[in-house]
């Protein structure tokens, strides 16, 4: 409501980044990285996933409360995905 | 909800802290959606990370379709672009356009349901169903095993397929509000469905953004 009205130009240069990654990330992915790949390709990803929840989705200028439930869910996802993969990972350790 | 057109509910001190509880309500279910996906990313990532996983999952990545992937990946980035500007639309009082960028907004998502759907009879052809069409002989070579590699087909369709049934309901959620935009059920003063909506539309891009890497990048196209 009392939210910025944001200028379509916004939208479209978020648009144009966002394209511009996609481009980036498929062209990379045709080289020959090794095992860089999937690091290369979540780094775009983040990016490209901050674009869209800081401008299309107004994180950057709406409700600080929806930092609060987003910053909830991503720390509850950590719990989820650090002591599961503490368990996974360290499992080969047992037989070396 | 109709009729709580541009109304405040008694409840709220006023339209703005109103439009401010109904998006925190929209982003508290999409933490709890981030959970659902997360759980499917995080079990992709237990077993990826094991040594006698990896070298398959980037062999059957490589084998996926890397052109309609990233085609749908451009499809789904513009149908977020006409979301977020019927968003503003609908802030501004815009009804005509409002409607076109809904309708269009759902036009993009179910042309991304249709590559899908290309795409996966093209999976069935090319024997990338275990279970359906699959041969194990395929894949025996170096370290590639023909189990680690339906491991990372199933959560190729199981992650696609969640996604896709998100999306189908967006599509459905967005002909809805177009029929109520068209009706002008939404004004400058409440428009919240729109923006709620908008925001779960964003989220199921987000998760395709995440899914592309993940599914279609690991391997070295075109060097096996």
Redesign the interface.
Known sequence: ???R??S?TT??AV?GA??AL?AL??G???????PW??A???A??TT??LL??L???HLLH??R??WV??A???F??GI??VL??AD??TR?WLYN | MSANTGALWEHYEN??QQ??AN??GM??F???E??IF??L??GY??Y???GDYSASF?HASSKLN?GIG?VN??VL??S??T???AV?AA??GRRRALVVLLLLTALFGTVFMGFKAVEYYEDYEKKLVPGLAFDPEEWRHGPVKPGPVQLFLMFYYVMTGLHAVHLTLGIAIMLTLAVMAGRGSFSPRWYAPVDIW??YW??V??VW??L???L????????F
């Open positions: 409501m009392a939210e009205v944001s379509p939208y479209y648009f966002l394209i996609t990330t498929v990379v992915s045709l080289l020959n990285l090794g790949h999937t290369v390709g979540l775009i990803a490209k996933a869209v929840a401008f299309f989705m709406g409700s409360l929806a439930a987003l909830v869910g991503v509850w996802l989820l995905m599961t993969l996974y990972l080969p | 339209l703005e439009h401010e998006v925190l982003w508290v999409l933490a709890t981030l959970l997360g759980a990313f995080t990532a237990a990826r990370a094991q980037e890397l990233a990946t451009v980035l513009t977020s672009l979301m977020a500007l503003r802030r501004l908008g925001l964003h989220f891009d987000v953004i995440f592309l890497p993940l279609y990048l690991i391997g070295t196209h075109g060097k």
